[in-house]
């Protein structure tokens, strides 16, 4: 704790090693689930609701409940796994205590509501 406490961990070349290639990761992470969200929908309300309400008119299925848990079922310990890293760097970042905890629950709570929106579009209203 005493090496993250002050600033070792900067000079130590494997540790940017592997916090920059992990970085790169993550990017394609992000990259990837960018285009596959942009090759099924697009920012429209509407798109989104007939992704998982199914569309008659592009002869698309509504989406079932087991391909939405097989998704979720991976969804949650990746970003459980991705936001731990995120935060924990944010642990050691300049700023008051209270803007970090601030920080981190928007960024968790955000993830569970980004999480939980498919399936409250099918289920509860199109308007989530």
Request: charged content about 10%; proline content about 5%; overall charge neutral.
């Amino acid at each position: 704790m005493k090496y993250m406490e002050t600033g070792g961990f900067q000079h130590n070349p494997l540790m940017r090693l592997t916090i920059g290639l992990t970085l790169t990761l993550l990017l394609g992470l992000w990259f990837t689930n960018f285009a596959i969200y942009f090759d099924r929908m697009d920012l429209s309300s509407s798109s989104v609701v007939s992704y998982y309400n199914g569309s008659e008119e592009d002869f698309r299925p509504p989406r079932s409940a087991a391909s939405m848990l097989e998704t979720t079922h991976m969804h949650l310990p990746m970003m459980g796994i991705v936001l731990l890293f995120l935060t924990h760097l944010l642990i050691f970042v300049p700023l008051g205590h209270g803007l970090k905890t601030g920080l981190i629950f928007a960024v968790f709570t955000g993830a569970m509501f980004t999480e939980s929106a498919g399936w409250l579009v099918p289920f509860v209203h199109p308007r989530f």
